[in-house]
């Protein structure tokens, strides 16, 4: 932050209102909602020493990587909601800077955001994907690509179970093969990651119009 901004709009806490060192959230929440080094490279979920699970041994998932910045706490639960439905973009700026801070890039030649479909779309009046997806693009330097489309306006995934989410997802997105081009190596935005039935959803159908892509799967939050 700019010293002028900095003294013009003294960062405050987005959730205790309260005035902060750095970002616009309190230290605490930060330490609070770091995740364990002692999980899967591949799904993110909780693993001894950060090796491989037994899931992804037994039945690897499509894309090869997954990062998140935080733990799904309940504040962060909160706040995410706001950014999602309540209308609360500027949200997106810390969220996306988190998460941007920590992520290992190196090799990642496109983001492509989770898209939504487009009647969801018009009710919201944007997609959280890729209000993350900008951000994160600019401060990273990688391009954006629309390499995915959303075919079928799928229910609300939140009361589905790991089963169910992979039916309520079987054709959801369509490649653009147009758009990814030669590209070899992306990463997926999302804003939350749950059983990670959308990024394998999705993964599944980028590999299929461009064999051997490799894809990694970031979001701010994982649910545990
Ligand atoms: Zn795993």
Request: hydrophobic residues 40%.
């Amino acid at each position: 932050m700019h010293w002028l901004e900095r003294w013009l709009f003294p960062p405050t806490c987005v959730i205790t209102g309260t005035a902060t060192e750095q970002f616009d959230l309190q230290q605490t929440f930060i330490d609070k909602w770091q995740i364990s080094p002692e999980i899967c490279p591949r799904c993110a979920e909780a693993s001894p020493h950060g090796q491989i699970c037994g899931l992804c041994l037994n039945s690897p998932p499509a894309f090869y990587r997954t990062q998140v910045a935080f733990k799904f706490d309940a504040e962060l639960r909160d706040l995410i909601h706001q950014f999602k439905y309540a209308q609360h973009l500027h949200l997106s700026r810390l969220l996306a800077e988190q998460l941007a801070d920590r992520l290992d890039f190196q090799g990642v030649e496109a983001l492509i955001p989770i898209p939504l479909h487009t009647s969801r779309l018009r009710e919201r009046g944007y997609n959280q994907a890729l209000e993350l997806a900008r951000i994160i693009s600019k401060q990273l330097n990688i391009p954006i690509v629309h390499g995915l489309t959303r075919q079928v306006a799928t229910p609300s995934q939140t009361k589905l179970n790991a089963k169910q989410r992979r039916r309520n997802l079987k054709h959801a997105f369509a490649a653009d093969g147009s758009q990814l081009g030669e590209l070899r190596h992306i990463a997926l935005i999302d804003d939350v990651i749950t059983t990670g039935a959308t990024m394998q959803s999705a993964t599944k159908v980028l590999q299929k119009q461009q064999p051997g892509l490799v894809v990694q799967a970031w979001a701010v939050a994982k649910t545990q």
